[in-house]
């Protein structure tokens, strides 16, 4: 089975994650096939910089955690200690993560009709939707 693309998503949150906020959103994107959970991990950055992840299960009686269900994942485990390392550095000192690693089901039939057509993917990148209201925003106003 060929696969779409994997990402790589960490939302940071000034506190705890909110589960019960995000869950209804993230299970009607993987309810419609438009992505699926592969991994997903709580990652906090201490004040003092230390990165430490914890696993959804780990929070087991937590209504927050509980409603994210981390059954909705279908590796356990993917995202590794270097992956959590790395991309705790980008979240800011105090803050809690939720990192996700998702693949997009959506590009998966595109996929394929590109091999049958000859063609390849050579180039792929993510334009964060803050850059693009930015982009907007000013072509806008000018």
Do not use: C, N
Not at 15 to 38: M, N, S, T
Not at 66 to 72: T, V
């Amino acid at each position: 089975m060929k696969r779409g693309p994997l990402e790589f998503v960490v939302i940071e949150f000034p506190e705890k994650v909110p589960g019960r906020a995000l869950a209804p959103e993230l299970h009607r994107l993987v309810d419609q096939e438009i992505v699926r959970v592969i991994d997903m991990v709580v990652v906090t950055r201490a004040p003092d910089g230390t990165v430490t992840a914890h696993e959804l299960g780990e929070y087991e009686g937590d209504p927050d955690f509980e409603a994210l269900d981390p059954d909705i994942q279908a590796v356990d485990g993917l995202i590794s200690e270097q992956d959590v390392q790395d991309l705790g550095e980008s979240i800011t000192p105090g803050a809690t993560a939720l990192v996700l690693l998702f693949e997009h089901l959506w590009l998966r039939s595109m996929r394929t009709a590109i091999a049958e057509a000859g063609g390849a993917v050579v180039f792929t990148e993510r334009i964060p939707g803050p850059v693009v209201d930015a982009i907007e925003a000013a072509s806008e106003g000018g």
